[in-house]
């Protein structure tokens, strides 16, 4: 039961992902979204969306006129232990009202051993970290997989 689930949340990930990336498109043949790389913290993001405190930010891509609320992808590195990080996101996004669910060791190549998943909705929102180590850091990935 516990390995089904980490291949559903590990899934869910790739296809937030995808969706973000890619955007969405309607029946009709509407346009890809127009993505914009954000080198700091896109306009848009939630106030209710807690920061990690000790993290560089890397880059974003999301929409270029709403990117969190039409789909976003955001990352962040730091020298705290991936244990820190998920407690920090757990705690904090309860705090907000999230509905959180973290999954341990959720395989994905680059998350490494101990590599965990927080996935957290609100309101019919949903913000998915991927909180990995790779190459003495612990990387931080948000997505937002926006409203279709």
Known sequence: MVQ???VRVGLLIAALLAVCVVGCAD???APPAKLKKYTALP?????DVPVYPNAT???AIGHQDAPT???????????DEIPTVRHFYT?????EGWHVISYPGVAAAWM??????????KWGRTAAFAIGAKDGATL?????????
Do not use: C, H, M
């Open 57 to 59: 930010f890397q880059a």
């Open 69 to 79: 609320e039409q789909g976003a992808y955001l990352a962040w590195s730091t020298k």
């Open 140 to 148: 931080i990935s948000l997505v937002f997989p926006g409203k279709s």
């Open 112 to 121: 490494g051993e101990g590599g965990v998943t927080v996935v957290a909705t």
């Open 43 to 47: 306009p848009d993001f939630p106030k």
């Open 91 to 95: 705690e904090k996004l309860d705090a």
């Open 4 to 6: 089904g689930n980490r």
């Open 27 to 29: 029946d009709q043949g």
